[in-house]
């Protein structure tokens, strides 16, 4: 029996501010559903000591990212602190094409990239309990000093308020609900080859 409740396998992206906690959701998902992809970006920043090249990232060189670019082989990229980030077209495609739900963690940027590389993405965005409370968390990191903690919640506040773009909003009070709820749009778990394409 077809389970008409669960929506297909798709593309979903989650992007929200900086301390909102997208990096525990990720992982509880990934401890608890691992029938769902998490796609792995390409950088050209250093291989760090503990990092393996295909499960943290695809470490690249500044050339080779730039071919990939030109070559369109990027649903998004970007570039922070002199390194290129960006997530594979073709391992993307080929998951949906499978049948297997894809999740991506981006920022605001690239989600607005990917929303027009493939317009049937579905974009989720993680919300902080409270503003109060993201600032809290925001301010509270470390010895950060006052022009870093300025421009972070100055960008916390750029995206916050994007939130009307996104597809479905998810208020981060309590990590288990909110990974739940985030499994709940994936999609089926069963992977089930896609229909092919008509011409």
Same mark, same amino acid.
């Given at each position: 029996?077809?389970?008409?409740?669960?929506?297909?396998?798709?593309?979903?992206?989650?992007?929200?501010?900086?301390?909102?906690?997208?990096?525990?959701?990720?992982?509880?998902?990934?401890?608890?559903?691992?029938?769902?992809?998490?796609?792995?970006?390409?950088?050209?920043?250093?291989?760090?000591?503990?990092?393996?090249?295909?499960?943290?990232?695809?470490?690249?060189?500044?050339?080779?990212?730039?071919?990939?670019?030109?070559?369109?082989?990027?649903?998004?990229?970007?570039?922070?602190?002199?390194?290129?980030?960006?997530?594979?077209?073709?391992?993307?495609?080929?998951?949906?094409?499978?049948?297997?739900?894809?999740?991506?963690?981006?920022?605001?940027?690239?989600?607005?990239?990917?929303?027009?590389?493939?317009?049937?993405?579905?974009?989720?965005?993680?919300?902080?309990?409270? $503003? =109060?409370?993201?600032?809290?968390? +925001?301010? &509270?990191?470390?010895?950060?000093?006052?022009? !870093?903690?300025? %421009?972070?919640?100055?960008?916390?506040?750029?995206?916050?308020?994007?939130?009307?773009?996104?597809?479905?909003?998810?208020?981060?009070?309590? $990590? =288990?609900?909110?990974?739940?709820? +985030?499994? &709940?749009?994936?999609?089926?778990?069963?992977? !089930?080859?896609? %229909?092919?394409?008509?011409?």
């Amino acid at each position: 029996m077809v389970d008409d409740a669960r929506p297909a396998a798709r593309l979903t992206v989650l992007s929200g501010p900086s301390g909102v906690g997208k990096d525990s959701v990720i992982e509880l998902i990934r401890a608890r559903s691992p029938w769902v992809w998490l796609s792995v970006s390409v950088t050209t920043r250093p291989m760090r000591d503990y990092e393996v090249d295909g499960v943290h990232y695809y470490f690249v060189n500044r050339s080779q990212f730039e071919r990939m670019i030109a070559a369109g082989e990027l649903l998004e990229w970007a570039e922070f602190a002199g390194n290129m980030y960006g997530t594979p077209r073709g391992a993307v495609q080929g998951r949906l094409r499978a049948g297997q739900p894809v999740l991506l963690k981006i920022d605001l940027q690239g989600a607005r990239q990917v929303r027009a590389a493939m317009p049937g993405a579905q974009l989720v965005f993680l919300a902080p309990p409270s $503003v =109060e409370e993201l600032r809290r968390r +925001l301010i &509270g990191r470390g010895t950060d000093d006052e022009e !870093t903690i300025r %421009r972070r919640l100055a960008h916390a506040d750029e995206e916050l308020a994007a939130e009307p773009e996104f597809d479905h909003t998810i208020v981060n009070d309590y $990590v =288990e609900r909110a990974a739940e709820e +985030l499994v &709940g749009l994936l999609g089926s778990p069963i992977l !089930t080859p896609a %229909r092919p394409a008509k011409d």
